[in-house]
């Protein structure tokens, strides 16, 4: 049995076939990359506000804990601390830390 194709894909068809493939497969590429970027940014999100819920702990536990002592725990580069007003025995301070990656700002009061 012989059998005589008389029409097939033309040149055009096959281009238009594999851009649209191609075209598929980068926007899938970069979902994908979007993705793990985002990742990173929510995990690096998690840590720091770990880290400011940890010093803000910290603090209220103990308000006269060395400073020392926390840079240490926290991986904090320096801490500065501004008395914004007082009332009683009570005290609102403002806590700067800065470590290498931001600047946080946490007003506690003591």
Known sequence: MNYKIDKGFSLLEVVIALLIISITFLAYNQLIEQNLKS??????FIKESDKRLNLLTIYVSDPDIDQYE??????????AETRITSYQN?????????????????????
């Open 39 to 44: 990742q990173e940014l929510k995990e690096l």
């Open 70 to 79: 926390v840079r240490e725990i926290l991986d904090i580069d320096e801490i």
């Open 90 to 110: 009570f005290d609102e301070v403002k806590i700067d830390f800065i470590s290498d990656k931001e600047v946080v700002y946490i007003t506690i009061i003591k």
